[in-house]
């Protein structure tokens, strides 16, 4: 059985800030142009794509649509 904690907020584990890389913004530009609003099943498959977290992906998309107003 996987280990179902490590889905789990911890306040002691250190976020280090993860810049994208050019490959990687070179997807999510295209992925936005297409859809600047993808449901979690996209973002999903495009974290696993990219090698980030879904939450990165969300994250990414909501800066970049303010950055789109």
Not at 36 to 49: E, F, G, H, I
Request: cysteine-free.
């Amino acid at each position: 059985m996987e280990d179902f904690r490590a889905t789990f907020y911890n306040p002691f584990e250190i976020k280090h800030r993860r810049r994208t890389s050019r490959a990687q913004l070179k997807v999510l530009e295209k992925s936005f142009s297409e859809n600047p609003k993808p449901n979690a099943t996209v973002r999903r498959l495009l974290a696993q794509q990219l090698d980030m977290t879904p939450r990165g992906v969300q994250i990414w998309f909501q800066n970049r649509r303010a950055k789109a107003k």
